[in-house]
């Protein structure tokens, strides 16, 4: 099993949509957990951090559930420059552990 | 300003001439990672580096070398390119443990012909 496990997509969203991503991890003794966003071809930022009592920047939401082992993103009121690939990252033993990514395609 | 740099952005090359991508940080940080990015197959970690003279392999090492002499640079070094290791590259470095962030480089698009 891969340590961190995305659903792939693509999430095709209507404008204004709100959108959730998971993603799941199999060491349960990881210590940090973040979203990075990787827009085409270029490097990934870090959008937000994880913590146990979940992270709330504007429209976006991050929670961690650490029974179930997973971590969750929801946009609310997409934006056509919400556009982007969402990729999950844990840290633990190996720090920077990348999901493959989530791609959002947002529509006008 | 923090960064991480690497060099060259593009490379084309033929199999088997030998390159080598250099990667530098300037925030002090002890950890450096490289990482391939190919369609469909996200980011995949090739080495990694948890300090000076400590490099550990990543999940797809083969055909690669790199060294850590100094914290700062991590350079990453193919011997005989093949077709198979064209590829997007990313250098990546951060502290180690707890809520670190990590920066990466720009990226280098490597073709091999």
């Known amino acids: 099993r891969k340590e961190v496990e995305q659903d792939p997509g693509p999430f095709n969203v209507p404008e204004g949509a709100t959108v959730a991503f998971n993603c799941t991890y199999s060491?349960?003794?990881?210590?940090?957990f973040f979203w990075y966003r990787q827009d085409c071809r270029k490097e990934p930022k870090l959008l937000m951090s994880?913590?146990?009592s979940g992270n709330e920047d504007g429209r976006f939401t991050a929670q961690l559930n650490r029974a179930s082992q997973y971590i969750s993103l929801l946009i609310r009121d997409s934006k056509l420059s919400d556009s982007a690939t969402y990729l999950c990252?844990?840290?633990?033993?190996?720090?920077?552990?990348f999901g493959k990514g989530t791609r959002l395609s947002v529509i006008a | 300003e923090a960064q991480v740099t690497q060099n060259p952005r593009y490379l084309i090359t033929v199999t088997g001439k030998k390159l080598t991508v250099t990667c530098s940080q300037n925030?002090?940080?002890?950890?450096m990672s490289w990482y391939r990015q190919d369609p469909g197959l996200g980011l995949r970690q090739i080495y990694y580096?948890?300090?000076?003279?400590?490099?550990d392999k990543g999940d797809v090492p083969e055909g690669y070398k790199v060294s850590r002499k100094e914290k700062r640079n991590f350079p990453l070094i193919l011997e005989s390119p093949s077709p198979n290791q064209t590829s997007l590259y990313f250098c990546?470095?951060?502290?180690?443990?707890?809520?670190?962030?990590?920066?990466f480089g720009q990226g280098t698009r490597l073709t091999v012909v």
């Open positions: 580096s948890m300090n000076v003279e400590v490099t």
């Open positions: 925030m002090n940080h002890e950890y």
């Open positions: 994880v913590y146990s």
């Open positions: 990252v844990v840290n633990g033993d190996t720090p920077l552990v």
């Open positions: 060491n349960s003794a990881s210590q940090s």
């Open positions: 990546a470095s951060s502290s180690i443990g707890g809520w670190t962030e990590a920066f």
